[in-house]
């Protein structure tokens, strides 16, 4: 069974420019979650989608967007990149957005973002 | 707030056990789960407690006692390839809240 999928797996960009993430969870999940992990830190929460609709939003400036699409894969969208923003940028699906064992995130290889 | 406190490093010796601690403060609890990280990959899910009590997987146990507001993960018959970094987080109604992670050193 395949896994939770992101691409591209590196990125580099420059300051001020956009970038944009891709997420495809496993078969049968239908909540998608992005985490922001900094060097040397534990990975941060930045959105819950489910069901196409936000069911969470971390402490995050406007900058950062995301959309979940019908298939249940999501998008992570960057505007303005600082050079904070370098990090290994995480997906995790479940198959829903609530708690319990059944609903345990299971995180993808993730996207590594150097910003210069 | 929240916060988690785990501790930084951790060094045991091959075959040993060791125990990794995680004190949380939070509001909203489900449950504490735990992470393995190796270097360069993803969060791998290896457990949760919703109640107090320990649950056990393989060499794997965690222990949580929601009245102290602390859990331990408990590595049995260590291996090298244990050598990881482990996170201990917090379930709350939507996302996870991550502690900073043990880096687990694994030697000879």
């Known amino acids: 069974d395949a896994g939770v999928t992101q691409s591209p797996t590196h990125l580099i960009k420059t300051r001020g420019q956009h970038v944009t993430l891709r997420c495809s969870p496993i078969?049968?999940?239908?909540?998608v979650s992005w985490y922001q992990q900094v060097l040397g830190q534990g990975p941060q929460f930045i959105f819950q989608y489910y069901e196409k609709e936000e069911r969470g939003r971390g402490n995050f400036p406007d900058r950062f967007s995301a959309r979940q699409f019908p298939n249940y894969s999501s998008e992570l969208n960057v505007n303005a990149l600082l050079l904070g923003d370098s990090a290994l940028y995480l997906c995790?699906?479940?198959?829903?957005?609530?708690?319990?064992?059944?609903?345990?995130?299971?995180f993808g290889p993730g996207t590594r973002l150097t910003v210069l | 707030g929240q916060s988690l406190e785990q501790p930084s490093e951790v060094t045991a010796v091959e075959g040993a056990i060791v125990q990794i601690n995680c004190t949380y403060q939070t509001s909203g609890f489900y449950g504490l789960s735990w992470y393995q990280q190796h270097d360069g990959g993803a969060p791998t899910f290896l457990s949760y407690n919703a109640l107090d009590g320990l649950e056990e997987t393989g060499r794997f146990s965690s222990f949580l006692s929601r009245s102290d507001s602390y859990g331990y993960l408990l590595l049995q018959e260590l291996q090298m390839k244990d050598s990881a970094s482990y996170f201990c987080?917090?379930?709350?109604?939507?996302?996870?809240?991550f502690g900073k992670g043990t880096r687990l050193s694994v030697i000879a």
């Open positions: 078969s049968g999940h239908k909540s």
């Open positions: 987080a917090v379930r709350r109604n939507t996302p996870l809240v």
């Open positions: 995790a699906s479940s198959p829903k957005a609530g708690t319990g064992i059944i609903n345990t995130q299971y």
